[in-house]
């Protein structure tokens, strides 16, 4: 069964500050994603990352995948407020055929105070 | 943008009684899916279909569950009998399965009381 593992599960930190998140996970994959969830709200897709030594950015916000490692990080540069949510990796694995589901980590909810 | 689209964004149902929750995926999508995630948790698949069958199911869509895509638009979730453990947000996705990957909807907060 697969596993996809956050880390960490809470982080909070300060405006400015930089943090990185890291999600491992047991299988092989070669498509990996991150979203973003407001409290009550859908998952919003941040990256999608497709080959291994991928790297995305979007702001401040920055996501790479390492398919050997089985291991990406979503990477957080001088945070500000807007920036608190829950960040979700999700792993996409194949099952057979063009059958794909996506594993999720359980989430890191992330803090920003001022 | 394209969206998927859920209805209702909430329902709450006695325990024992029947729901369907309803989705609108992408028009061009030729893959569905729906996915829970109860308070606090993770987000957990539940099932996907293609080509007017179920594809994969997990073990927690057991024989309360079932899907179908009556009209060639609307996916729709139903539980034939609630219980208090199906509590929880549900979400319907849909894909094309190529780099842009899955649009989900807002949600359906099911409360089962």
């Known amino acids: 069964e697969l596993k996809v593992e956050q880390n960490p599960l809470f982080l909070s930190m300060q405006e400015g500050k930089n943090y990185t998140i890291y999600c491992n996970y047991s299988?092989?994959?070669?498509?990996l994603y991150w979203y973003r969830q407001d409290p009550g709200k859908s998952l919003e897709s941040l990256f999608v990352?497709?080959?291994?030594?991928a790297v995305k950015q979007e702001g401040r916000l920055m996501a790479s995948l390492d398919t050997k490692a089985r291991l990406s990080t979503l990477h957080i540069t001088a945070a500000v407020h807007d920036l608190s949510a829950t960040y979700f990796c999700a792993v996409d694995v194949n099952s057979g055929g063009s059958n794909y589901k996506l594993t999720f980590g359980k989430g890191t909810l992330l803090t920003v105070n001022p | 943008e394209p969206e998927v689209t859920q209805t209702p964004s909430h329902q709450v149902t006695q325990m024992g009684q029947e729901v369907i929750l309803r989705c609108v995926p992408i028009s061009n999508h030729l893959y569905f899916y729906w996915y829970r995630q109860i308070l606090g948790q993770k987000v957990e698949f539940l099932v996907s279909f293609y080509n007017n069958e179920i594809s994969e199911k997990s073990e927690i869509f057991d024989d309360q569950f079932s899907v179908e895509r009556p009209d060639g638009s609307n996916f729709t979730l139903k539980i034939r009998s609630t219980k208090l453990e199906d509590s929880a947000m549900y979400f319907c996705a849909s894909s094309t399965l190529t780099a842009y990957g899955y649009t989900f909807g807002s949600g359906t907060r099911l409360t089962v009381v």
């Open positions: 990352l497709l080959s291994n030594g």
């Open positions: 299988t092989t994959s070669d498509r």
